[in-house]
């Protein structure tokens, strides 16, 4: 694929993050036989285009994570995308419906990386041990796309949907607590919208942050000391309206929430 063709599909959706508008997926429009491959190439040019205007990236992150939402999406494989610090909410914050297009919300753990880990071969035990805490977090995801309609070359093209994050306050040291075994459940106005346990990442999200490593060593990347990765939705995405109070309860890592005005 071409550098002009790469441009072209990065600013087509950066247009439409930044314009706060669905557009028809590149496969549907710019490039019908856009590949995996080349759809990385698009989103490193985003993330690239997001770094010039002084944007920073929190960390990369894990999508499409749970066998589940593989089976319903049709595909085999896990992708990633990069969090930037401008998609930060404090806890307890406001998520402004203005700023967004057709928000969803999902409860995830993250991991804080207390060393660079660097693939290929990496374990999710070799992830535990260069872990300093995880954190509770709720992803906010927002397609570019029309109705979330899109495949998997799109949604990876389209930086894994990423959109806002909140993080939780309580800090984990990983080996204190069951991963794989810590529920979750997402309630909005009090009801229960959303559910699961850490299993539902990969067996183990740790699983997930191994799996990152070893995609990133691919491109010659890795995970870095400091990075804060989000490694999967645990529960489903769940859609967001106006006046939701939004709330990620976790076992053993408490509670994140925010409110969308
Ligand atoms: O974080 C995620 O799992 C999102 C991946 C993209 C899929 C979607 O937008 O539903
Ligand atoms: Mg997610």
Redesign the pocket.
């Known amino acids: 694929m071409s550098s002009d063709q790469i441009n072209k599909i990065a600013c087509y959706l950066l247009n439409g993050e930044y314009e706060k508008r669905e557009v028809v997926k590149v496969t549907s429009s710019i490039k019908q036989d856009l590949t995996l491959e080349e759809a990385y190439l698009v989103q490193e040019e985003i993330v690239r285009r997001k770094l010039s205007e002084g944007k920073k990236i929190i960390g990369p992150?894990m999508?499409l994570t749970s066998y589940a939402k593989m089976k319903q999406m049709g595909v085999e494989t896990p992708i990633y995308g990069y969090v930037f610090d401008y998609m930060l909410i404090n806890n307890g914050g406001q998520l402004k419906l203005s700023e967004l297009i057709h928000p969803k919300v999902?409860a995830?753990i993250a991991f804080i990386m207390g060393e660079d880990v660097e693939g290929p071969g990496i374990t999710g035990v070799q992830v535990l041990a260069a872990t300093e805490y995880v954190i509770p977090a709720l992803?906010i995801?927002d397609s570019r796309y029309e109705k979330f309609n899109f495949t998997l070359p799109d949604v990876v093209a389209d930086n894994a949907s990423t959109s806002r994050v909140v993080f939780g306050t309580t800090l984990k040291k990983p080996d204190w607590i069951e991963l794989d075994l810590v529920g979750a459940i997402i309630t909005i106005n009090g009801e229960i919208k959303g559910l699961g346990a850490g299993a539902a990442v990969l067996g183990h999200p740790a699983n997930s942050i191994a799996m990152l490593a070893n995609m990133l060593a691919k491109k010659g990347k890795k995970i870095k000391k400091g990075d804060i990765i989000?490694s999967?939705?645990i529960t489903e995405a769940v859609t967001l309206q106006r006046g939701d109070n939004v709330t990620g309860k976790f076992d053993s890592l408490g509670e994140v929430t925010f409110t969308v005005v």
């Open positions: 992150k999508g999902e995830e992803e995801i989000l999967g939705g």
